[in-house]
């Protein structure tokens, strides 16, 4: 069965530094990956996606992702945050022939000014 | 509509009530999944639906959960005899999907269950 880990609970940044939140998964077929953001009282909205290709895909608002099939990773990065991007984040992992979309436990970001 | 729409956004009952949640997908979309949303915790899968079947139900916690889906498009999760550690934001989300393949899921914003 798949599963994600977002090893980081509760993350806090300044605005305009750089933000990188963690993401492992477990899938034995090769995954589907995702990032949903969550805003508060909002639902979930994706960030990016990645199927197969290049290994470093670009979202929306500025952010990327770059899947490692070495470490089993699928780290987000932004490289400037803005206080907007104060929100929750969900990797979420699936497949083909998988219709299940399996999330992790979320990353909390708080933007500083 | 343009989005998942989910009703009601708010519900307040006493413990032992029956709760019916709403979803209503994004139109021509064949696939509606139900997950949900606890304190501190991920999203926890309850049921799928391809069109009118729910091929799994694996998610629901217990017998007291049953979800329906008709002509396709809205569905609905019933929670009988409401206990209160069912409180949680319920998620229904829909894709385009077919063949059972992982696709873009799009979510509504939530029925927030408060049972007291």
């Known amino acids: 069965a798949q599963s994600v880990t977002q090893p980081d609970i509760h993350i806090t940044v300044s605005e305009g530094a750089s933000l990188e939140l963690r993401c492992n998964y477990s899938?034995?077929?090769?995954?589907?990956l995702f990032w949903y953001v969550q805003s508060p009282g909002q639902g979930l909205q994706l960030l990016l996606k990645?199927?197969?290709?290049?290994?470093l895909v670009q979202g929306i608002k500025g952010f990327e992702a770059e899947f490692k099939r070495s470490q089993s990773s699928f780290n987000l990065r932004k490289p400037s945050v803005h206080w907007s991007d104060a929100a929750e984040y969900f990797c979420?992992?699936?497949?083909?022939?998988?219709?299940?979309?399996?999330f992790g436990a979320g990353t909390t970001v708080t933007v500083r000014a | 509509g343009a989005g998942v729409s989910q009703s009601p956004s708010n519900k307040v009952t006493e413990k032992g009530k029956d709760v019916e949640l709403r979803c209503d997908p994004i139109?021509?979309?064949?696939?509606l999944y139900w997950y949900r949303q606890s304190l501190g915790q991920g999203l926890e899968f309850l049921i799928y639906?391809?069109?009118?079947?729910?091929?799994?139900k694996s998610g629901l916690p217990s017998d007291r959960f049953s979800a329906e889906r008709t002509g396709g498009s809205v569905s609905t999760l019933t929670i009988q005899r409401t206990q209160q550690e069912d409180s949680a934001v319920y998620l229904c989300?829909?894709?385009?999907?077919?063949?059972?393949?992982?696709?873009?899921?799009?979510f509504g914003e939530g029925s927030r269950l408060t049972v007291l």
């Open positions: 989300a829909s894709s385009s999907q077919r063949g059972g393949n992982t696709g873009e899921l799009f």
């Open positions: 899938y034995g077929a090769t995954p589907y």
């Open positions: 979420a992992v699936g497949a083909m022939n998988d219709y299940k979309l399996s």
């Open positions: 139109s021509g979309h064949t696939a």
């Open positions: 990645y199927f197969s290709g290049d290994t």
């Open positions: 639906f391809q069109g009118n079947s729910a091929p799994d």
